[in-house]
């Protein structure tokens, strides 16, 4: 029976329910104290919660009588649970003494071993036990990790200066060989400036204040700071009956896990090593028995364990991972603990655990982090290729990704190499709107110039492609199809590999590991994900390629697709600048209309085919863009009309043939076209009877703050409205684009007490108030849906506010969907 200390005390038994509490005992103590009320096998135990070390802090790093009094009370209630007597010669009790906080910090802290053992009682192990080999294995165990974590000296020096007399103990098992030995110990420690006892209490108070002040450790101080965890949580200490894993070979130790905490699969897995301690098995000095083989270990043993370690799951609502020990064939559990575990298995262990009843949907989600689905949505660089790997050079990361492909000197070309299966590395001196074919097509971009805004880091940060920029040890050769790294030269179609979050460029092409690789897994859980949250997450994809791509995913529609990323991505970007040009100077040309409706079906076919049975939202050209500016070469010259939203019918007509045409070859009957930057709800009826005309769904894009104001009469027009929330509001507060795309620019800006709020997570009043009003539509009109634009830019705070406001329509490039659906989904209950 668990006995409970009255008045202030910093003492608990472990099978006292009050340890539970992690904060208070440490996460070592509350694991054994619920093993314990489960009726799972443990050693008996006490802790000195983190109250006693915040006292032995404040103390001047004593521990006190009153500590000490409590701890050698705590030591004759563990003598009565296992019928042994601490100090003792007969049936000696030997402990550890393990350190333990409220947060897992493996590693870190100090832990002693067999403490509690004399020369005298050495001695009866060994006549007990029937060999002096065994007692003398577990009492030196206890010496060198003494020296080490007590009195910060060298433990193999110790086992050097001692080696004679262990030499002598061992041949001739005597009450003089091991007290001969013992003197031999204490005399090494005192030769090293360090006074110690035989004595097992003394001992045991200089333990408990060793793992005390490793909270303190420069380790575990450098731990802390990494991982955001606080210095005042302080550690709690457990004391517990030490069983033997080297007793016999009947005995072992070793840690078992639930589930494979690298694929998430439901078998059970770890190792255990036969005739030996836990220290053994961490030091990796012998070899394990693998326990996902079903024969490595004794069965009744292995059935014991997965029994075990069933409740325990059961018990935890997790996959745990246990430290356990088998001393004479039988089974005892030591520790156990929520188990860590890749951002694969953290996915798929979540999933099944729901599917399994354990957990529901929305406990399943919060076990995940946005950090751990980018891992699972981008491919990376395979580790092992990784440390072989050749550097070349290092740049500016501008654009995060891992990628690998042929390095492509010229846009025109990366695009053909690409649209014949190639992967492509853009490399160029440095980018301009003229390269967006190629980087469109490219997985990843280079330039030897150019900084964080930079067309080049602006451009693919849009694109969520990897980026390396002002990477100036690169010297390019444009006509010799070669480019210089360091002095050794390179041919274009040379392989290379970026890292476009360090700016680290590779040599040959280091092997991707598939972001997909736990993909029904992850889509199971973004399923309740979806459901929690009550959203439709789209993808908006850039360019032919990623459109086609996408329309692979099991995703409710592709939105806002760019017409002219299409034509780019076919090749008739020149042609198309050319017959916009001449539909300028001379918009009564006869068939220029044609020309252009056939540019637009030749470089819309494939995507429709691909995307039948997915609704597709096509964003036509807009003649007064950014890239139309530097696309057109007569830009200036183009007639002010033209630079309305529907400032010219021909213009408009033709894109919506070209496309109608496209969508009937392909048999697709749901392809809405989208017009952008329309302020009135005139503007939306006049477009609504051109795609009327050729059977098209007409819908609208909100690109600025009267737009915004005026969405609900443009609505009436509509069958959807999507809100570029982000451009509304660059608008609303005139930032320039490049600024916008610019990462941490605007936070940083804000940071530095030069805006109330950063706009791109709390808009301004005016601007929330008309987003509210749009968020309501979909109640006031059935016909029409809404939906925020998140292409020009993603902010996941800005979008749970407007998940918040209601909308539940969203679209993201491929890169974001899945975390965007996360977010909504943990943030949705807020």
């Not at 589930?259 to 070899?287: C, I, K």
């Not at 009843?357 to 929305?362: M, T, Y």
Request: proline share 4%; charged share 20%; net charge negative.
């Amino acid at each position: 029976m668990a006995q409970r200390a009255q008045g202030p005390s910093f003492v608990r038994d472990v099978a006292d329910p009050e340890v539970a509490d992690a904060q208070r005992y440490g996460g070592k103590a509350s694991g054994l104290s619920r093993m314990m009320s489960a009726g799972v096998p443990a050693p008996p135990a006490f802790v000195i919660g983190a109250d006693g070390f915040r006292h032995f802090r404040s103390n001047g790093g004593s521990l006190g009588q009153d500590m000490m009094t409590e701890v050698a009370n705590g030591l004759r209630r563990l003598e009565a649970a296992t019928g042994r007597t601490f100090g003792g010669v007969d049936r000696p009790l030997l402990v550890s003494v393990r350190s333990g906080a409220a947060v897992s910090m493996p590693g870190m802290m100090d832990t002693i071993l067999n403490l509690g053992l004399t020369a005298r009682s050495a001695l009866a192990v060994a006549e007990a036990s029937g060999g002096a080999r065994f007692a003398l294995d577990t009492w030196l165990r206890f010496w060198r990790m003494f020296h080490d974590t007590v009195l910060n000296l060298d433990p193999t020096e110790l086992v050097e200066a001692v080696r004679e007399a262990v030499r002598d103990a061992l041949a001739a098992p005597s009450l003089q060989t091991f007290e001969a030995l013992e003197r031999a110990i204490l005399a090494h420690a005192e030769q090293q400036g360090e006074t110690v006892s035989a004595d097992p209490m003394g001992q045991l108070e200089l333990a408990i204040a060793a793992v005390f002040r490793s909270w303190d450790s420069p380790r575990a101080k450098a731990y802390r700071a990494h991982h955001g965890i606080s210095d005042d949580l302080g550690t709690a200490v457990t004391i517990q009956a030490m069983v033997f894993g080297n007793a016999d070979e009947e005995s072992g130790s070793g840690v078992a896990f639930t589930r494979n905490p690298n694929d998430g699969a439901r078998t059970l897995y770890g190792e255990y090593l036969v005739g030996r301690q836990g220290e053994d098995l961490v030091a990796g000095t012998h070899s394990p028995i693998d326990l996902s083989d079903p024969d490595g270990m004794n069965s009744t043993l292995r059935t014991g364990l997965i029994e075990i370690g069933a409740s325990l799951e059961t018990l935890y609502r997790d996959a745990v991972d246990i430290e356990f020990t088998v001393e004479s064939g039988r089974l005892y559990m030591l520790q156990v603990r929520p188990a860590k575990r890749t951002a694969a298995a953290a996915v798929r262990i979540a999933a099944e655990l729901a599917a399994e009843g354990v957990i529901d949907a929305r406990e399943a989600l919060n076990r995940i982090t946005v950090e751990q689905i980018r891992k699972l949505s981008r491919p990376s660089f395979e580790e092992a290729d990784l440390v072989a790997a050749k550097l070349l050079a290092q740049g500016l990361g501008s654009s995060p990704g891992h990628a690998h492909g042929a390095a492509i000197l010229d846009s025109d070309r990366a695009a053909e190499a690409a649209a014949k299966g190639e992967d492509v590395i853009l490399v160029r001196p440095t980018t301009s709107p003229k390269d967006i074919r190629g980087m469109l097509s490219a997985h990843g971009v280079v330039t030897a110039t150019g900084g964080a805004l930079s067309h080049a880091a602006v451009v693919s940060r849009a694109l969520d492609k990897p980026c390396i920029v002002g990477c100036e040890a690169i010297g390019i050769d444009l006509s010799g199809r070669t480019f210089t790294i360091s002095g050794e030269t390179f041919r274009e179609g040379d392989e290379i590999s970026i890292d476009g979050g360090s700016g680290k460029i590779y040599a040959g092409a280091l092997r991707l590991r598939a972001g997909g690789a736990s993909r029904a897994a992850l889509e199971r859980l973004l399923g309740l994900a979806d459901a929690e949250s009550g959203s439709s997450v789209w993808i908006a994809p850039r360019g032919a390629a990623e459109a086609i791509d996408s329309a692979a995913q099991a995703a409710p529609g592709l939105a806002v697709v760019r017409l002219t990323d299409l034509i780019t991505s076919h090749g008739a970007i020149d042609a198309y600048a050319g017959l916009i040009s001449r539909l300028g100077d001379q918009p009564g040309v006869p068939g220029l209309e044609n020309d252009i409706a056939a540019i637009v079906r030749e470089s819309s076919a494939a995507l429709f085919e691909a995307a039948r049975g997915l609704p597709v939202h096509v964003r036509l050209s807009r003649i007064s863009s950014d890239r139309a500016r530097r696309l057109i070469e007569n830009w200036t010259e183009i007639p002010a009309n033209l630079f309305m939203p529907l400032g010219s019918k021909a213009f408009f007509r033709a894109l919506l043939r070209g496309l109608s045409d496209a969508a009937r070859s392909a048999a697709h009957g749901d392809v809405r076209a989208l017009i952008g930057n329309i302020v009135d709800a005139r503007e939306a009826e006049s477009f609504r009877s051109l795609t009327a005309d050729v059977g098209l769904g007409a819908g609208a894009i909100i690109q600025n703050a009267i737009g915004l104001k005026q969405a609900g009469e443009i609505a009436r027009h509509c069958d959807t409205v999507w809100v570029d929330v982000s451009e509304t509001i660059r608008t609303a507060y005139g930032f320039p684009t490049e600024v916008v795309h610019a990462d941490g620019t605007i936070d940083r800006y804000a940071a530095d007490g030069f805006l109330g709020d950063n706009p791109f997570e709390q808009p301004a009043p005016f601007l929330t108030e008309w987003l509210q009003s749009v968020a309501t539509l979909p109640q006031s009109s059935r016909k029409t849906t809404v939906g925020v634009d998140f292409t020009s830019g993603f902010s996941p705070i800005l979008a749970t506010r407007l998940h918040h406001m209601g909308f539940r329509r969203f679209a993201v490039s491929p890169a974001h969907r899945d975390e965007m659906r996360l977010i909504l989904a943990q943030r949705s209950g807020e």
